[in-house]
Nanobody
Framework: QVKLVESGGGAVQAGGSLKLSCVQS????????MRWYRQVPGREREFVAG???????NYDDAVQGRFTISQDQAVNTVYLQMNNLQPEDTAMYYC??????????????WGQGTQVNVSS
């Protein structure tokens, strides 16, 4: 069993910064990487950033150059540094253990989310 707990969300003005944390307890023995997603009411949950065990990263075009995903495997934590936040970044942000492919034996795991609110 895997549990993910996000923290670091809050309210900021446009142009501000926040750093989210995701602490993982437990492990999966399936092939996986760590991802951040976000969701606003009435819209689909969308991919934000991902990082694999070797440290390779990828980002959605909307956050490229502004957000940075990183990990500290010694403390089982993944981070999302968010700079130059804009109102369109307002969302609930979720951490995910992304298994590929997801199966009953290799399920994905989601945190409960942390809210980010960016005002203009």
């Amino acid at each position: 069993q895997v549990k993910l707990v996000e923290s670091g969300g809050g309210a900021v003005q446009a142009g501000g910064s926040l750093k989210l944390s995701c602490v993982q307890s437990g492990r999966t023995f399936c092939r996986s990487d760590m991802r951040w997603y976000r969701q606003v009411p009435g819209r689909e949950r969308e991919f934000v950033a991902g990082i694999d065990k070797d440290g390779a990263t990828n980002y959605d075009d909307a956050v490229q150059g502004r957000f940075t995903i990183s990990q500290d495997q010694a403390v089982n934590t993944v981070y999302l540094q968010m700079n130059n936040l804009q109102p369109e970044d307002t969302a609930m942000y979720y951490c995910k253990v992304h298994t590929r492919p997801p199966t009953p034996r290799c399920p994905p795991y989601w945190g409960q989310g942390t809210q980010v609110n960016v005002s203009s």
